[in-house]
């Protein structure tokens, strides 16, 4: 990068603090005022720093554009694709992609297990919105009023024993997941599959779309799966630098990193669909 493009491209951050005066700019850089206002003149004749009337430049309405348009153009599944596989080809489950859209929580990815007995899902699909970990994930992110609202219109069916029976109670799982920053659904939709999921994150730290990894109870325990959940975190972490471009603020709990439970070889016997 030329000396110049470089000594440019350093004002941005520099402004990103606040608004800052020729001077301010110059002893950053280390160069001298007039270097300095050259620089300037040409990031404001582009529209990426502006000149207030007190003299002091601060970010211009174009860079604001210019991100905001790349943002609208990132699709999350494109950059989460080749992460969920990777993680698929590790461990054998099916591992699905979930974003919140319109009152629903919706595949938008899913790559299959290489079990034969496989989850009943599709993609485009609504989640059983009170029971699946992408669910908790996704609302989990909302402001508490929001949490609140979307609550209190919920039905709860009694998909098995372990679902959520009631408003008051998925609040409180809602709080717990924003908490540890993950979320299972261990029998809560079918009693026979068991489900562990993470956040993907924004620049900003918001909730973008969530992943989760499940499995029959014939192909591991709830507690084989659950020794996996790191593997699932460092996925979607990983899912999260490459769509912000950043690491990702949250509020995590650590997990307990146990050893990945490798699952057994696939028998050769037909394949079994069954519902998540």
């Avoid at 079990?115 to 970990?133: D, E, F, H, L, N």
């Avoid at 809602?174 to 562990?196: F, P």
């Avoid at 990894?213 to 014939?218: D, L």
């Amino acid at each position: 990068m030329s000396q110049t493009v470089d000594r440019a491209l350093s004002i941005l951050p520099l402004l990103a603090e606040g608004p800052a005066d020729l001077g301010q700019v110059a002893d950053r850089l280390g160069v001298h005022k007039s270097t300095a206002l050259r620089l300037l003149r040409t990031l404001h004749e582009h529209g990426l720093v502006y000149r207030q009337a007190d003299q002091r430049y601060r970010l211009g309405a174009r860079l604001f554009a210019l991100a905001q348009e790349a943002v609208e153009n990132l699709d999350v599944r494109e950059i989460a694709h080749p992460h969920l596989v990777a993680l698929n080809e590790k461990v054998g489950h099916t591992i699905h992609l979930a974003v919140y859209e319109e009152n629903e929580v919706l595949y938008i990815d899913k790559v299959e297990s290489r079990y034969p007995v496989r989850m009943y899902s599709r993609i485009g699909k609504p989640v059983a919105i009170t029971v699946a970990a992408v669910a908790k994930l996704l609302l989990a992110d909302l402001s508490e009023p929001e949490r609140r609202a979307v609550a209190e219109k919920l039905d709860y069916p009694a998909y098995t024993a372990r679902s959520t029976p009631n408003a008051p109670a998925f609040l409180r799982e809602l709080e717990k997941v924003r908490e540890q920053g993950w979320a299972t659904d261990l029998g809560g939709h079918e009693e026979s599959i068991n489900c562990i999921g993470a956040p993907i994150r924004g620049a900003d730290g918001r909730v973008v779309a969530a992943m989760s990894m499940s499995a029959p109870n014939v192909v591991v325990t709830a507690e084989e799966l659950l020794t996996l959940l790191p593997l699932v975190r460092r996925t979607a972490d990983a899912i999260s630098r490459e769509y912000s471009g950043a690491v990702p603020v949250s509020k995590e709990t650590p997990a307990k990193e146990t050893p990945a439970k490798a699952a057994p070889s696939t028998p050769s016997t037909p394949s079994k669909e069954v519902t998540p």
